[in-house]
């Protein structure tokens, strides 16, 4: 049983497309991360959230807390967007769950 | 931007010795975390660090590991016989609950285990 759920798991677009990436989970949250792994293997923060939608540059996150889910938007989307997106909910007791990541690559 | 600094960025160990991961958080941040990835699988939580002590860890964080920060900037996680499958990428974070992106992700140790 996985705690949290990404779909999809791989994902091909082609430059300037619209991306969605979706985290549904089972655990509760005290604020939910989604978080951006290059190639090389490092990773950045791009959001933390609790509520609502929160928007930086052409990335969108929106989270509904009743069904336990978010999501992430690329808009205009762009090679460089190229990345592993993981999700990850926040604290359920002495834990914290991560997602197995989105695999997104944009086409020229 | 502030950066989170880890050392050294690759370390090979032989199985059975103790390897101490380095990293310096960014210095107004409250919270400081060590993650595994194991090569090809998802993020792992070790441990989190609040106010010069554990807050939270994992069932991986067993009595092989250990936390600490010596002198208010390092915070250093010390693995102790190590096995093979410890080879892993550890990445440290630190995080100020204040602002809206969260954790600042230093670049990784690669530790492999010979």
């Known amino acids: 049983k996985n705690e949290v759920e990404q779909s999809p798991q791989n994902l091909t677009a082609q430059e300037g497309e619209f991306i969605t990436i979706n985290c549904s989970y089972s655990v509760g949250i005290s604020a939910l991360h989604w978080l951006q792994q290059h190639p090389g293997g490092g990773i950045v923060s791009l959001f933390m959230?609790?509520?609502g939608k929160k928007k930086h540059g052409r990335l969108i996150a929106t989270i509904n807390i009743q069904e336990k889910h978010s999501s992430l938007h690329i808009t205009a989307s762009h090679p460089r967007d190229s990345a592993v997106y993981i999700c990850?909910?926040?604290?359920?007791?002495?834990?914290?769950?991560f997602g197995t990541g989105t695999s997104l690559t944009v086409i020229p | 931007e502030p950066e989170v600094t880890q050392t050294p960025s690759h370390q090979v160990t032989q199985m059975g010795q103790e390897v101490i991961l380095r990293c310096v958080p960014i210095?107004?941040?409250?919270?400081f975390y060590w993650y595994r990835q194991i090569l090809g699988q998802k993020v792992e939580f070790l441990v989190s660090?609040?106010?010069?002590?554990?807050?939270?860890k994992s069932e991986i964080f067993d009595d092989q590991f250990s936390v600490e920060r010596p002198d208010g900037s390092n915070f250093t996680l010390k693995i102790r016989s190590t096995k093979l499958e410890d080879s892993a990428m550890y990445f440290c974070?630190?995080?100020?609950?204040?602002?809206?992106?969260?954790?600042?992700f230093g670049s990784g140790t690669r530790l492999t285990v010979v």
């Open positions: 210095s107004n941040h409250l919270y």
């Open positions: 974070a630190s995080r100020d609950p204040g602002t809206a992106r969260g954790y600042t």
């Open positions: 959230l609790s509520s």
């Open positions: 660090f609040y106010n010069n002590e554990i807050s939270e």
């Open positions: 990850e909910p926040g604290r359920t007791g002495n834990q914290f769950y």
